[in-house]
């Protein structure tokens, strides 16, 4: 029979108890569900922390187990709960691991259908993580053995799983990686690899090394910044997929910051953001990365990709190696933006982006408005429609583009085989440029006047701005030049940078050989630095230089006995100096001996000399009292000084009487040397110099005439003057007379 109420109140309350006992014993598993299904309408994941009353739980799983208060640390890693305003931080030191990680259901943002993630790290909460590298650590993922074959759908489809996403790291909230060690995480060994890093929110890589591998993307942030800090080691993002959307760095809604580090991001597209890129510093290296199989898609493959916001570059430097482009840029207006804005801005580092796709149009960089206030840029593009720049308006479409080039630029060179930049491009340039007919930039070299209007440069398959002018190092200097007869070399020669000197007479005709000239004169010297094919031409300068008059060097003259006084028998010798000119070819030197004089020497006593060296090309001739000595070819002794010499003395007898002083005591004979050169009749003579003698008055009386009366010397006496004829008969008739007279006297 049946029981009674009262009997059944004793078993309901067991039964209630038993209930009440077991969803309590079940609830530690079933509050994540909770939580995934409570925010499925907001596409939010699951809350931070999950508790029982015997351990805190984190929303941290490393490898496959499930951090908790009890469980804080393992092999090559440890865990420090976020408190006190600093977040929850892992350190890896060490860690390895390889495997599929921790797996969770959760929504796709957008909300629309379900999806299993899949990662070693997995930080399931929409708070900051801290990743500490300290050590080397590895991540290789690797497919879940125990689920079923991944497939595309949503999970309410009949008989279909939710897709599988793998990831090294998986982050709901924001990332940052730090430290001093290195991490490696790969996910990028299957197709459903999603990300070696994936985060909703920023990812920060402020310090240490870091690898990241996916199928689909490198490192990948849904709604956040992507930033790679000053102090940020190496940084390589890249994908394994040959899909048309798979992105070494992408930030899907947010923006790239790049200031320091080595970056390597490659892909179908190396970079592609939904914001800006910002490079402050470091080394950035995008890279194409397109299979053999690629075709033709509406997602252009390009090392960087910026559809709805600007590129920035302050610093650094950047390469862009793509396929169809290198950078594209063509920045389509945000909501409520009426008018075009800058798609590329360069202010200072460096970039160099190519294409490198020859079938068909392959552009360097591909722009709406291009804005270069300084650093350098060099953009090629390769096929044969291909151009180095091209811009587009902000809606795309050809045409309203403009490239604006302004004076802080340090170089800027773009160049393709269709065009160094799109005919539908304007240029501004406010710094003279060159354009070049060849991609090479050897033919057709011509100047770009700076213009702040628009202008077509489509003629140019290179354009270079600045075209900086070419200089001279060391400017040419100009000489004074004795006159030699011969053309001479006007000016030193310059050295230069970047091009060729050139020197010109008239102002007009150029050429690299130094000028010459012969004639005397003062010469003005042009020169210019013909700039070479980067550089324009210098500023043409001028240089003064001068060709003295014919030097025509007078001979010098000196005697053996100086101003000592000499007596009739000593011999004098004499020397003359000639220097011969360095226009001469020919000298001729002579010497008029005064009559009181002879020679004593014959012609092969004259001794001609060159550097203490005989002359043998001398022809010495004495004719009477003249003596002579030609050198018919000089041209060897150009700037060398003649030595002749030759000994002469007092004839015998000799009247000294026109050569005395006014004192009657000293007799001075002159000596002179002559020249003339190559034939001229011009003559140039020696100063006119003197031997003395001393002149001995004998004892007796003036006559009338105011002569003395004396005998002749005696060989080693002091050489008297010799009295006229006249007057010695006077001197001996009164001799005689006086004699008488005595004689006289006696008698």
């Known amino acids: 029979m049946g029981a009674t109420p009262k009997g059944k109140l004793p078993r309901l309350a067991l039964s209630l108890i038993v209930v009440i006992t077991m969803v309590l014993g079940l609830m530690s598993g079933a509050g994540l569900g909770k939580a995934l299904a409570d925010d499925a309408e907001t596409g939010r994941i699951a809350p931070a922390e999950l508790q029982t009353a015997a351990e805190t739980c984190y929303p941290l799983w490393v490898g496959e187990t499930q951090v908790t208060s009890a469980n804080l640390k393992g092999q090559g890693w440890s865990f420090t709960p976020a408190a006190n305003g600093n977040p929850a931080t892992l350190t890896l030191s060490g860690y390895s691991y390889t495997g599929p990680g921790h797996m969770e259901t959760l929504q796709d943002y957008d909300g629309e259908w379900d999806y299993y993630r899949h990662a070693p790290i997995f930080w399931n909460a929409d708070s900051a993580l801290v990743v500490e590298l300290a050590g080397e650590s590895s991540i290789v993922v690797t497919a879940d053995s125990t689920v079923g074959n991944a497939s595309e759908g949503s999970a309410d489809e009949e008989d279909e799983d939710p897709t599988h996403r793998y990831c090294g790291i998986f982050c709901a909230g924001s990332l940052t990686v730090k430290g001093t060690g290195s991490l490696s995480a790969n996910a990028g060994g299957m197709e459903d690899g999603d990300a070696g890093i994936y985060a909703r929110g920023d990812v920060s890589i402020e310090g240490g090394s870091v690898s990241a591998t996916g199928y689909d993307y490198g490192i990948y942030s849904y709604e956040g910044t992507i930033a790679i800090g000053a102090d940020a080691g190496t940084v390589a993002a890249e994908t394994t997929g040959g899909a048309n959307s798979v992105y070494g760095i992408s930030a899907e809604y947010g923006d790239v910051k790049i200031d320091g580090g080595t970056v390597t991001a490659s892909g179908y597209r190396g970079i592609s953001v939904g914001g800006d890129i910002v490079v402050n510093g470091g080394e950035v290296f995008a890279l194409c990365s397109v299979p053999a199989s690629y075709t033709t898609s509406i997602m252009a493959p390009c090392a960087i990709a910026c559809d709805y916001g600007t590129l920035i570059v302050n610093g650094g430097t950047v390469t862009a190696k793509g396929h169809q482009y290198g950078i594209y840029a063509v920045r389509h207006p945000a909501s409520g933006e009426t008018g075009l804005v800058p798609g590329i801005a360069i202010n200072g580092g460096s970039v160099v982006a190519e294409s490198r796709e020859s079938e068909s149009s392959g552009i360097g960089i591909d722009g709406c408005i291009m804005t270069v206030k300084g650093g350098s840029v060099q953009a090629s593009g390769n096929g044969d429609k291909a151009y180095g720049v091209s811009a587009n ?17 340090a170089s800027f060179i773009a160049q393709g085989p269709a065009g160094a930049i799109n005919a539908d491009t304007s240029v501004k340039n406010a710094v003279v440029g060159l354009g070049y007919s060849d991609v090479a930039g050897t033919e057709g070299k011509t100047s770009i006047a ?59 005709a150029y050429a690299a050989e130094l000028p010459t000239a012969t004639d005397p004169g003062e010469y003005a010297v042009y020169y210019k630095v013909a700039g070479d094919a980067s550089h324009v031409d210098s500023q043409t300068q001028t240089v003064t230089s001068t060709i003295a008059e014919k030097a025509y060097p007078a001979p010098t003259m000196s005697n053996s006995k100086g101003s000592a006084f000499a007596s009739q028998t000593d011999e004098i010798t004499y020397t003359v100096n000639q220097e011969v000119p360095s226009w001469a070819t020919s000298v001729r030197t002579w010497v008029d001996l005064e009559s009181v004089l002879q020679y004593m020497v014959d012609v092969s006593g004259v001794a001609v000399t060159c550097d203490g060296t005989a002359l043998s090309s001398a022809k010495v001739s004495i ?17 060398k000084t003649i030595q002749i010499s030759y000994k002469a003395k007092l004839r015998s007898g000799a009247r000294l009487d026109p050569y005395l002083n006014a004192d009657k005591n000293i007799a001075s004979v002159p000596y002179q040397a002559h020249t003339s050169f190559d034939g001229e009749s011009k003559v140039v003579s020696s100063q006119v110099e003197s ?57």
């Open 393 to 409: 308006n902000s809606m795309g479409e050809s045409g309203n583009g403009s490239l604006v080039i302004e004076e802080g630029v």
């Open 691 to 747: 031997v003395k003698f001393r002149a001995s008055a004998a004892k007796g009386d003036s006559n009338s005439a105011g002569g003395s009366r004396s005998g002749l010397p005696k060989t080693g006496d002091t050489m008297p003057y010799a009295a006229p004829a006249a007057t010695a008969l006077v001197a001996l008739a009164a001799a005689v007379l006086a004699l008488a007279a005595r004689r006289c006297q006696r008698d």
């Open 623 to 639: 004719d009477g009292q003249k003596l002579t000595v030609e050198i018919d070819d000089a041209t060897a002794l150009r700037g």
């Open 450 to 508: 700076a213009n702040a209007d628009s202008k077509d440069l489509s003629g140019y398959r290179r354009a270079l701005f600045p075209a900086t002018a070419a200089s001279a190092t060391t400017s040419p200097a100009g000489k004074s030049l004795p006159y030699t007869g011969k053309p001479q070399e006007l000016v030193t020669e310059g050295a230069v940078s970047g091009g060729t000197m050139l020197y010109s007479l008239d102002g007009k």
